[in-house]
């Protein structure tokens, strides 16, 4: 199993977070920790264009069986985002600054490279058809009132609710695989 906050595990982020501006102090007021990149992946889902979603295999058999009860409550689950790495983390972020987001605004939005759940492989933003990815309205959904109901039988949890300790918008869509919450 994968163990968050074993800084020894982590690719060396000093760097990025020197670029975006990050001192361990911010770090730590948000209870930010660092997570290590999956090493042992499986392709979870390939979407229409090709894209595949990986996850770690005990993710995948969790998130398999969570989308067949899923569907047999007429409820429509997909993968709008799982596992990435550090560098792609620090790619999503550099693209937000170049778009004119501001430091504060991109890390109420994203996770700095290596903090991200998303590199451990058990992090998964969910979609449904007829609501874009990874927005707010994705709590009005029925997907997300299924999820809300049925996903910690699973082993899922919601990561971010409201006023999380993190200091990320709350996100909806954004359900992390833990056998304990």
């Excluded at 430091?103 to 992090?123: N, Y």
Aim: proline fraction near 10%; glycine fraction near 6%; charged fraction near 15%.
């Amino acid at each position: 199993m994968i163990e968050p906050g074993n800084p020894a595990l982590v690719p060396d982020s000093t760097s990025l977070l020197n670029e975006f501006g990050i001192d361990r102090k911010w770090l730590a007021e948000r209870q930010l920790i660092p997570y290590p990149e999956a090493a042992d992946l499986v392709v979870a889902q390939i979407d229409p264009d090709g894209r595949e979603h990986l996850l770690t295999p005990q993710t995948a058999a969790a998130w398999e069986g969570l989308v067949q009860a899923a569907e047999a409550d007429g409820i429509v689950l997909h993968i709008t985002s799982a596992f990435r790495s550090v560098s792609r983390q620090a790619e999503i972020c550099r693209h937000k600054q170049a778009a004119g987001q501001s430091t504060e605004e991109i890390f109420t939005q994203s996770a700095p490279p290596g903090f991200s759940e998303h590199h451990t492989g058990c992090a998964i933003d969910v979609g449904t058809p007829g609501c874009p990815p990874c927005i707010p309205e994705f709590e009005t959904t029925p997907a997300f009132a299924w999820l809300s109901a049925h996903a910690s039988s699973f082993g899922f949890h919601l990561s971010f609710p409201r006023n999380n300790p993190q200091g990320f918008v709350f996100e909806p869509w954004h359900w992390r695989f833990a056998l304990t919450p």
